[in-house]
RNA sequence: GCGCGAUUAGCUCAGUUGGUAGAGCAACCCAUUUACACUGGGAAGGUCGCAGGUUCAAGUCCUGCAUCGCGCACCA
């Protein structure tokens, strides 16, 4: 026996030396498996944003993906996963402006466009070295010669040729609408990118003058000098006679032109039952305004400041001149009631900055315009919902089909350009001929100095939405993308099933004409011992994956992550708990040091046969353990596979069955000794292959000294069943 | 307002088609060069959130409620 088996078992030791073997071995890229792994299997990478560093939840999500391709591996797949970055536009732009204006007290326009994308290409380039550092920490059985990131060469040409297409088929415009501007990143925002905090409001129920017949309420009265109407529903008997009337009023230094306008998107029952319409700062009054031809007035600019046609709040900020009005209108009599009120606000995710609605020009994705796809009209909405009503799509648990399903029908055109400089420019070019505007879009730049490209930059979500494609080469006739297109799997936190998950359904249904993956395997957040959500701003709350695998080893943290947690449920974990398994690891360190001793200079027979009668016993005991785990795994009860193995290895295989051997190994007969021997080494062999895919490490370490003939790594064995 | 989830042992959670409640960790008692103290054995611990219903039988199915968490919408 090794004398390793002598010391307890060391993953620091262990595990870059193995790590180095797998990827000495090729066998993380599929094109170097032996010949029996034929059926294609494939999940690519969620690519981590290049922020910063990865976090436990990334940790989750490695171990989830690993095991599951680890075990296809072993089952004779031909496997490939596939790893990559995320650019992450805004939110690597953002984080590097700060550190800028922290340290230099430079703003981004101070810089310049050129430079400030240096700056961030570097740190991007170090947090991808780092996290490609963690990934491998892990264990993570990936296609290194594959990488890819949603800024690269190829990927650009991905997103020119995605855009291109989509504007062919009209389903990329660009138009004048509401959008949600962001004042501190100075940029448009989805309504994805939008959280919505409760905070107390004041309700002003005013009129905007003396004669005004109707009074309305409003939480915004800064607004209020950019009303055109007053909408009512048209029966309501109070203000029936007033629809259709104009009535100029000076408001706050304002001249308005106010006409009530019958609309049913009104409650009479709810407020004073009016509305003032303010069409050019609320996407509903714009709606509104829309279908009864309202003028739209802009009253705040991009600064969240007061346009200069305001009165007397003009230049203000938009708070300063609520209060302005507000007193105003006490001034005047005009304020009826003041009541206090909850309010859900809209903030940006990821500055913080309260949303201000504004009307500007940008380019959407119309998801509810039929175009032509093959012989039937369609539109992007209907694709995303059959591909998962039709059961195309596998969403894993089945309760976020409800969530899916209720996002889509609640989704309005998508808002992808952004003004910020990291990221993809939009592949679209204007000319102006001294009269008319030319627009040119394209993969490359059209011919000729005097065209000039969109400032713009697209939605991060843009790009990654072709990730699965993108990645396998697309839009060239790849041999990748025909074998493993659509993935298999697509595993990821269910927080982000809208952002990118359903656009990766929409991208791939609309460009390739089919889905982008089977199933949809939706983890959890990984939270504290205490169930908060771990976050940078308190590191003492934060466990630190490096930590844990620097500790405890990347096989332990991997358990730890992966028992007592099902699809979908948040999993609290506390340093204990990963500790906990790092005594697993040891566990079948000592119980191979046990077998092997025990069996002296015994080899696996591969056709052995002749057991005892009581060794078929629990050769069927073990024969149905393996069923059973294999069917959680193929059903995704990866949870239950480990935690039966974990539960026969300790207290079935050691507790008992290793205990009982003692005494048939010092005083049976030389067939019972003989058949106890072979059991134990073959029933070792199965439990180091069915760990495998969970803890791989220690189980790739100790397969190195089993007595098998022509063994191989453990990394390409073959699976006990089929 | 609509929807989703959770509620089971001190803690974290299983309990897959209804058949006498399970695991890990912690705590308690015992054992001490035993393959392994990163150990073994033992005992203790739960009216399965509440109230109804279906059933021979309900933690599991149905209805209602409560508390906590989450998503979406509304937000005049």
């Keep these: 026996m090794n004398e390793k088996f002598l010391k307890p078992y060391n993953p620091t030791e262990t595990e870059d030396n193995i790590y180095k073997e797998w990827i000495d071995s090729g066998y993380f890229n599929p094109d170097n498996l032996p010949e029996r792994h034929k059926t294609p299997y494939s999940i690519v990478l969620p690519p981590p944003n290049v922020t910063g560093t990865l976090h436990m939840g990334h940790a989750a999500m490695l171990a989830i993906e690993d095991i599951l391709i680890r075990y296809k591996r072993l089952r004779g797949y031909k496997t490939l996963w596939i790893p990559g970055t995320d650019h992450a536009a805004i939110a690597t732009q953002s984080k590097v402006e700060k550190e800028i204006e922290k340290k230099e007290g430079k703003r981004r326009h101070d810089i310049g466009r050129e430079e400030l994308l240096n700056r961030i290409n570097i740190f991007a380039q170090q947090s991808h070295d780092t996290i490609v550092g963690q990934v491998k920490k892990m264990g993570a059985s990936i296609d290194w010669s594959r990488e890819a990131f949603t800024l690269d060469e190829k990927r650009t040409k991905a997103v020119r040729t995605a855009f291109k297409m989509m504007y062919d088929l009209g389903l990329i415009y660009r138009g004048n609408r509401i959008i949600n501007w962001d004042p501190k990143g100075q940029t448009t925002i989805s309504d994805d990118e939008i959280v919505y905090t409760e905070r107390p409001t004041k309700i002003y129920t005013f009129k905007y003058s003396k004669d005004f017949p109707i009074s309305i309420a409003t939480t915004r009265p800064e607004t209020k000098v950019g009303d055109t109407a007053v909408a009512v529903h048209p029966e309501d008997a109070r203000y029936m006679a007033y629809i259709g009337k104009t009535f100029e009023v000076d408001f706050a230094g304002v001249i308005l032109k106010i006409k009530v306008v019958g609309d049913i998107a009104v409650d009479p029952a709810y407020g004073t039952g009016a509305v003032g319409v303010t069409p050019a700062h609320s996407s509903i009054d714009a709606d509104i305004a829309s279908r009864h031809g309202l003028q739209s007035i802009q009253v705040i600019n991009e600064f969240a400041k007061m346009m200069p046609n305001t009165g007397i709040v003009k230049d203000l900020k938009v708070l300063e001149a609520r209060e302005k009005i507000v007193e105003w209108l006490k001034e005047n009599n005009l304020l009826e009631k003041e009541e206090e009120s909850l309010q859900n606000i809209s903030t940006a995710e990821r500055t913080g900055a309260v949303i201000e609605p504004l009307p ?56 992808i350009s952004r003004q910020i400089w990291y990221g993809h420019r939009i592949p679209v070019w204007y000319k102006n001929n001294g009269k008319t505007d030319e627009i040119f879009v394209g993969t490359d730049a059209p011919e000729g100095l005097e065209w000039k490209q969109d400032e713009d930059t697209l939605d991060t979500w843009f790009s990654s939405g072709l990730w699965t494609f993108s990645t396998l080469g697309w839009p060239e006739k790849t041999k990748d993308l025909e074998e493993y297109h659509p993935n298999a799997v697509l595993e990821t936190g269910y927080d982000i099933l809208f952002f990118w998950v359903a656009r990766m359904i929409l991208m791939t249904e609309c460009l390739l004409d089919t889905i982008p993956f089977k199933t949809i395997y939706l983890h959890g957040l990984v939270r504290t011992a205490k169930g908060e959500k771990m976050s940078k701003s308190k590191p003492e709350t934060n466990i630190d994956p490096l930590d844990m695998i620097k500790k405890y080893g990347a096989d332990a943290t991997r358990l730890s992550l992966i028992i007592g947690n099902g699809p979908g449920n948040d999993l609290k974990i506390s340093e204990d708990k990963v500790k906990g398994y790092k005594h697993f690891a040891n566990k079948i360190w000592n119980i191979t040091r046990f077998v092997l001793t025990s069996v002296e200079n015994e080899k696996i027979e591969k056709d052995f046969s002749k057991y005892s009668i009581k060794d078929i016993e629990l050769i069927k005991e073990i024969d149905g353990i393996i069923s059973e785990i294999t069917n959680d795994i193929e059903n995704f009860r990866l949870y239950l596979a480990a935690e039966k193995l974990y539960h026969y290895t300790w207290h079935r295989f050691a507790d008992i069955i290793l205990e009982e051997s003692k005494e048939i190994l010092k005083s049976g007969s030389d067939e019972e000794k003989k058949s106890r021997k072979q059991f134990l080494l073959h029933t070792l062999s199965t439990l180091l292959i069915t760990l495998h895919p969970f803890i791989p490490y220690v189980t790739e370490e100790i397969w190195k000294d089993m007595p098998i003939e022509n063994r191989g790594m453990l990394i390409i064995a073959q699976w006990p069943i089929k």
């Design 360 to 415: 500007k020009l940008q380019w959407f994705i119309a998801v509810n315009k039929k175009f032509k796809k093959g012989d039937r009209e369609v539109t992007l909405k209907e694709l995303m919902i059959s591909a998962v009503k039709d059961e195309k799509i596998k969403i894993v648990p089945e309760r976020f089909d409800k969530t899916y399903f209720n996002w889509i029908d609640n989704l309005r055109d998508w808002c």
